[in-house]
């Protein structure tokens, strides 16, 4: 018997170790594929509780006007770059300068509980 376990002990690490050789290694997943360009400016209009358009495609140093068409005041922050607001009062427009890396980011209103009401977006700064 003892023959047979140590035996089987053999075939088990064998078939192991076959599998560790042969599987293959894990991959990192591949980057984003940038757009080359984008838009110089763009217009988003904020309403209660949505950005429109919510997915943008932007050259870096692109003027973002925020035109808040709804009854209280909205904004648009940029998630992860500290600094970048653009705000109005209900009626109001406001610009703002696009200074940030080519990348994708998420964008959304920062006043308390609009986020989370739907006003969230995307946007894209192109390479070019």
Same mark, same amino acid.
């Given at each position: 018997?003892? %023959?047979?376990?140590?035996?089987?002990?053999?075939?088990?690490?064998? $078939?192991?170790?076959?599998?560790?050789?042969?599987?293959? /290694? !894990?991959? $990192?997943?591949?980057?984003? @594929?940038? !757009?080359?360009?984008?838009?110089?400016?763009?217009?988003?209009?904020?309403? =209660?509780?949505?950005?429109?358009?919510? /997915?943008?495609?932007?050259?870096?140093?692109?003027?973002?006007?925020?035109?808040?068409?709804?009854?209280?005041?909205?904004?648009?922050?940029? =998630?992860?770059? !500290?600094?970048?607001?653009?705000?109005? =009062?209900?009626?109001?427009?406001? /610009?703002? @300068?696009?200074?940030?890396? !080519?990348?994708?980011?998420? *964008?959304?209103? /920062?006043?308390?509980?609009?986020?989370?009401? %739907?006003? =969230? %977006? @995307?946007? *894209?700064? $192109? *390479? %070019?």
């Amino acid at each position: 018997m003892a %023959g047979f376990t140590g035996g089987l002990f053999v075939i088990v690490a064998l $078939a192991l170790a076959a599998m560790i050789v042969t599987a293959e /290694s !894990p991959q $990192a997943a591949p980057e984003p @594929t940038l !757009p080359a360009n984008g838009l110089d400016e763009i217009t988003v209009i904020g309403t =209660e509780f949505a950005f429109n358009p919510d /997915s943008m495609v932007l050259n870096q140093g692109a003027t973002i006007t925020f035109d808040n068409q709804g009854v209280v005041i909205h904004n648009i922050e940029i =998630e992860g770059v !500290p600094g970048f607001k653009v705000e109005a =009062e209900a009626g109001m427009a406001a /610009s703002g @300068t696009l200074a940030v890396a !080519p990348g994708e980011y998420l *964008t959304f209103c /920062s006043i308390p509980g609009h986020r989370e009401a %739907g006003m =969230e %977006g @995307t946007l *894209t700064v $192109a *390479t %070019g």
